[in-house]
C-alpha cells in the first residue's frame, strides 16, 4: 500500500487552473520517448526518501482506450506545469513535475471525496490520492463494469472485506452481488444492473455482438420489446424476450447486481455509517430495487441501458436474486427470525453457563485467596 501512497500530494497541491498549457500538442509527440519501455529516471520523492528507479513508459494501447483520451485529455491537461518542449536539451521538459490534480477538471468529485475517511486520514499524516483508487493514464469509464471488477480495481486493492462482516451472513453472496460503495457510502443514488450472461462462451454479451444477431439497431430495441410502450420492460414483456434470444439460438441467463451509479457522492465513505440493517434491503418494500435497469456494454466502457419492472428480479432467468424480490420475501424473513433467535440462544446459553458456573468461580477464587 505504501507504494501506492507514495506519489503523497495531489490532493494536498494547490491546484493551478485548467488549461494551463497552449501550446499545439499530439499525443504521438509524447510516445516518442514514453514508448520506450526502458525509460527510467532516479528519484528520491517517496516516503523513505532513497533512491528508487522510476519507469516513465507510459502503454500507448492502453492510453488511447482510457476515458481521457476518448475525451480529448491529453498528456499537458494533467501534467500543465509543461508549457514546452525544448529538443536542445536531453529531457525536452522540466525532469521533475508537479503533482497532478484531478480535482481541478474533476472538481464535485474533489468536494465529496472530502467528507471520507480516506481524506480524513490526513489527520494522521497519511495522504490518499484520488489515482490510490482510480489509476491514472488508464483510468476506464466504470458504468459497464461489474461488481467484481469494481471492487477489485478499487476497494480490494487495499482492504481484505473478509477481515471485517463476522456478523453478515453469506459473505461471498454479499461482496459477489453488492458493491462495497453501496453499503460503505449510504446516501449514493444505486441501481440494479440486469446484464446477460452467455452460458456457452462464459462471457457477458457485449452491445454491439448482441444487436448483430439480433439483427436491430440499439434504437429499436424498446420499439420491439416494449409492447405498451410505457418505456418500461414489464414482466410479460421480459418473456418475451427471452423467447426471442431463444429464437436467435441464444441460450443465457441474466445476471442482477446491486451497483452504485457513478457518483461522486460514491466517495462519501466513513466509518460507522454503513448500511447493516438486513431488513433494509430484504423486504419486500426495500428502496435498494426500485431501479432496475437492463444493460448492454460498450467497448468504450459506456452501455445501452433499457428500464425495466422490479418484479422482473423475480424472473426464473434472473440468476441468484431469488431472495429480494416481493413474493420470495417470506422466506427472508423466516431466516430474519432464525438469525435473531440464534442471536438470543447465544446470549441465553452464555448467562446459564455464567450462573452454572458461579459455585465452581467462587471455590477457584477461594483456593487463589
Ligand atoms: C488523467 C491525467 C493524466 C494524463 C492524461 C496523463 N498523465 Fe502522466 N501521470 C498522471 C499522474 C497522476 C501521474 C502520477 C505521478 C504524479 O503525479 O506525481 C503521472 C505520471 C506520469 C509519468 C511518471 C511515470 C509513471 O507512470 O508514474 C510519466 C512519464 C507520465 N505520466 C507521462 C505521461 C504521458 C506521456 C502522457 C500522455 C500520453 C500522460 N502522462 C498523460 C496523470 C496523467
Ligand atoms: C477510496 C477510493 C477512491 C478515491 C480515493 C477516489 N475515488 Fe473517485 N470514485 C470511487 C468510487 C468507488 C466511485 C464510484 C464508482 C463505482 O461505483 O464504482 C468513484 C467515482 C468517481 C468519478 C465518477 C463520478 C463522477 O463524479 O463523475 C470521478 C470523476 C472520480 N471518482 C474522481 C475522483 C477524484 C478527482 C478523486 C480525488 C479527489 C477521487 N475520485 C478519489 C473511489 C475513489
Ligand atoms: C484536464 C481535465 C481532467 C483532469 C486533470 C483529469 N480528468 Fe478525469 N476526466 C476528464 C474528462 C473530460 C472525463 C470524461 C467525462 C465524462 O465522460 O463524463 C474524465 C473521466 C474520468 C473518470 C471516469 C468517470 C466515469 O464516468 O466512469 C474518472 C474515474 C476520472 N476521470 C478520474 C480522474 C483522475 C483520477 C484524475 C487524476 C489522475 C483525472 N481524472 C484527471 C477530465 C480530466
Ligand atoms: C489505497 C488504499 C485504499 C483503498 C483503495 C481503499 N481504502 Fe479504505 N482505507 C484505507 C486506509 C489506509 C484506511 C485507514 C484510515 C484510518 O485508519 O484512519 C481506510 C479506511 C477505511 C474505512 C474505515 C474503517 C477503518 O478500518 O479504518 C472504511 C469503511 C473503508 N476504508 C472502506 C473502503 C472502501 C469501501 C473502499 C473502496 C471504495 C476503500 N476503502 C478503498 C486505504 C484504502
Ligand atoms: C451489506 C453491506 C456491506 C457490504 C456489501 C460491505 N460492507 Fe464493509 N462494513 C459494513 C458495515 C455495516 C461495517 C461495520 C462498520 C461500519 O458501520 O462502518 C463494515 C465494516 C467494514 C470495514 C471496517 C470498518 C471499521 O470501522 O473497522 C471495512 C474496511 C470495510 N467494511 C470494507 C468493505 C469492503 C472493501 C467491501 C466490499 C468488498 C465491503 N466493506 C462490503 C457493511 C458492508
Ligand atoms: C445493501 C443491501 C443488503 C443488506 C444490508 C443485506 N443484504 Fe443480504 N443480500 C443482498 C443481495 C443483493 C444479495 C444477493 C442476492 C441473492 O443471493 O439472492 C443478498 C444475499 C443474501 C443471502 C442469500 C445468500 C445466498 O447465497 O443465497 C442471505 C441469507 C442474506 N443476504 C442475508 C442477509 C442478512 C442476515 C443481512 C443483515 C445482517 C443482510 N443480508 C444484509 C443485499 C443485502
Redesign the pocket.
Known sequence: ?KK??RWGLSIVCICWLWPAAGFANENSEWFECHSDEGLTKESTDNILKTEITEFLYVDEEKFNHSVHNINGITCVDCHSDIEELNYDEEVPHEQYLKAVCCASCHEEAGDDFKNS??M??RN?G?T?TCY??HGYHYVQHMESASVAERENS??L???NPYQFHDWLPSRDSHFAYVE??VC?APDVPRHINLKLYDLVTDSFYKSDKLFKVLGMEPEQFMGTIDANKDGLIDAAEFDNLVLLLKQKNIHAVFRAELVADINSIAHH???GT?EKTCQNCHSAESPYFNAVSLIFSKDDGTVERYNVARPVLESYHVSHFYLLAGTRMKLMDKIGIFLLAGGACAVFIHFTARVLTIPLRKKKDQDEA
Open positions: 500500500m501506492i501512497l475517511v480516506h480524513k486520514m494522521k497519511i490518499m490510490a483508487c478499487i476497494c486493492k487495499c482492504h462495497c460503495v460503505h465513505v466513513n466509518r454503513a
